[in-house]
């Protein structure tokens, strides 16, 4: 078990530019979540899948933000035409189903649009 | 949800205990309460949960108030490498789990 790896740890983009962040939750884990955390504030839930069906997804994902689970192990998450309110860090976190669990968070991918 | 209240900001010596207070005055009766620690420019860190009774384990100690309104975390000596931003949330015990973050205490623990 190596924790939850996210891949890229940071990227630079130019405005209007797609870009896709993966996500690799721990092996057994069957919740996956993504968060948003801008400078100073608290991470900002995202969406969330159970296997590989994603179950919610918040008002801030815009209809430019797009993520997946196809075989409920990896996850993507995509941004399509950036803007420079994109610019954050990307959160990936995992947990085990059931009503007393914690989740587990990668290191996050830095984005930077310019 | 239930929303949670905590100082910005609070010191402590290095080797002392610091105690991390938190609010929840409006969480209900299946909402757990979660710790978490992020240290600059990483993710964040689980450190413990709790519902009712107190908790302990290898990092810190969670002790929750009888009517649940009120948490403290405690960190029994800490260390330079406690430095962080401490989250203190009240997660939902809905099928998605998913954790409503507040801005934390940044805790600096000094030499």
């Known amino acids: 078990d190596t924790g939850v790896s996210q891949d890229p740890r940071h990227k630079i983009t130019k405005r209007g530019q797609n870009v896709t962040f993966r996500c690799d939750p721990i092996?057994?884990?069957?919740?996956l979540y993504w968060y948003r955390q801008t400078l100073g504030q608290g991470p900002e839930f995202l969406t969330y899948?159970?296997?590989?069906?994603?179950?919610?997804k918040s008002r801030l994902l815009s209809d430019r933000f797009s993520a997946e689970r196809p075989k409920g192990s990896f996850s993507t998450l995509e941004i399509q035409r950036t803007e420079q309110g994109d610019s954050a860090m990307y959160l990936c976190?995992?947990?085990?189903?059931?009503?007393?669990?914690?989740?587990?968070f990668g290191q996050g991918t830095r984005l930077t649009v310019v | 949800d239930a929303k949670t209240t905590q100082p910005p900001s609070m010191d402590c010596a290095e080797g002392r205990a610091a105690n991390l207070p938190c609010n929840h005055s409006?969480?209900?009766?299946?909402?757990?309460v979660y710790w978490y620690r992020q240290i600059h420019s990483q993710g964040p860190q689980y450190i413990i949960h709790?519902?009712?009774?107190?908790e302990t384990n290898e990092m810190a100690s969670l002790i929750i108030t009888e009517d649940r309104k009120s948490s403290t975390l405690i960190l029994p000596h800490a260390t330079l490498r406690d430095t962080a931003v401490y989250y203190c949330?009240?997660?939902?015990?809905?099928?998605?789990?998913?954790?409503?973050w507040g801005l934390g205490t940044s805790l600096a623990v000094n030499p």
């Open positions: 976190a995992s947990s085990l189903i059931g009503s007393d669990t914690e989740a587990f």
């Open positions: 092996s057994e884990h069957n919740r």
């Open positions: 899948f159970q296997n590989e069906a994603q179950l919610e």
């Open positions: 409006t969480i209900s009766g299946n909402e757990y």
């Open positions: 709790g519902l009712k009774n107190n």
């Open positions: 949330i009240a997660s939902n015990a809905g099928n998605n789990r998913k954790l409503i």
